[in-house]
């Protein structure tokens, strides 16, 4: 399965009003490329849930460099 372009979530992103103004929910989160783009786009608000821990430790490391973006490691299936 091939992921979607920055390109297209900026325009369905941008399509629900002010990226500013947007909080952004990104289930499988892997190892942040979305949330660290998601940062440098404007996006004020977001969190990442990843059930791979080792992923989700990645993620954290790259996305501590750049922004402050929370990341949970858990299902988005069962209470977090």
């Known amino acids: 399965r091939r992921p979607i372009g920055t390109e297209t979530l900026r325009a369905a992103l ?47 490391k790259k996305l501590a460099e750049v922004c402050s973006i929370l990341t949970i490691q858990g299902s988005v299936l069962e209470p977090l």
């Open 14 to 60: 941008e399509a629900l009003g002010p990226l500013e103004q947007l909080s952004v929910l990104d289930c499988g989160c892997g190892t942040g490329n979305y949330l660290q783009w998601l940062a440098t786009s404007g996006i004020q608000r977001a969190v990442g849930v990843e059930l791979n821990t080792e992923m989700i430790a990645r993620g954290r």
